[in-house]
């Protein structure tokens, strides 16, 4: 599935509604360039579902919790240096868990992620790379490297 978003406002707009799919035990693995709108399509889907908290980057934390009417996890692993970081969060409680997995820059923990994920890449569109934003969504993890 490809969107096509022309505002931030989209962007965030398609991801509360696409969070109405999700189901506990789902994972996203995310990519896409600094800025390209990982983090806003995260707070879309924690509005989507039921999350009030204000949802930040977890960049320095690694994962940040989140109650909903599921619950959250939301990962920024930009700044790991070693993929073996992430089993000493408990990565794999997280995934087997009770709430919905997000995970900005995936690519950098590949090895470690479910073959069952949702990919989720964000790209700038070429004729509108401030404002514009295309959105691929693949329901069988693999980065879009088109
Ligand atoms: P990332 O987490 O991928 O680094 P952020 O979500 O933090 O990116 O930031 C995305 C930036 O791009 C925000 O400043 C946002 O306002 C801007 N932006 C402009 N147009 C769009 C769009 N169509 N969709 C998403 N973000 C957009
Ligand atoms: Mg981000």
């Given at each position: 599935?490809?969107?096509?978003?022309?505002?931030?406002?989209?962007?965030?707009?398609?991801?509360?509604?696409?969070?109405?799919r999700?189901?506990?035990?789902?994972?996203?693995c995310?990519?896409?360039?600094?800025?390209?709108?990982?983090?806003?399509?995260?707070?879309?889907?924690?509005?989507?579902?039921?999350?009030?908290?204000?949802?930040?980057?977890?960049?320095?934390?690694?994962?940040?919790?989140?109650?909903?009417?599921?619950?959250?996890?939301?990962?920024?692993?930009?700044?790991?240096?070693?993929?073996?970081?992430?089993?000493?969060?408990?990565?794999?409680?997280?995934?087997?868990?009770?709430?919905?997995?997000?995970?900005?820059w995936?690519?950098?923990?590949?090895?470690?992620?479910?073959?069952?994920?949702?990919?989720?890449?964000?790209?700038?569109?070429?004729?509108?790379?401030?404002?514009?934003?295309?959105?691929?969504?693949?329901?069988?993890?693999?980065?879009?490297?088109?």
């Open positions: 599935m490809i969107i096509h978003t022309n505002s931030p406002e989209e962007t965030y707009a398609a991801a509360k509604s696409f969070a109405g999700l189901k506990k035990g789902d994972v996203i995310m990519y896409g360039d600094l800025g390209a709108g990982k983090t806003l399509f995260a707070q879309g889907i924690a509005e989507g579902l039921g999350v009030s908290e204000h949802v930040s980057s977890p960049t320095f934390t690694i994962v940040n919790e989140y109650e909903g009417r599921i619950p959250f996890y939301h990962f920024d692993v930009y700044r790991i240096a070693d993929p073996e970081e992430m089993l000493e969060i408990g990565f794999d409680e997280y995934l087997f868990g009770e709430g919905v997995c997000l995970i900005e995936a690519e950098l923990v590949g090895e470690l992620l479910p073959e069952n994920c949702i990919s989720v890449t964000i790209t700038r569109s070429e004729n509108n790379p401030e404002a514009e934003r295309d959105i691929i969504i693949k329901a069988d993890g693999s980065e879009d490297t088109e």
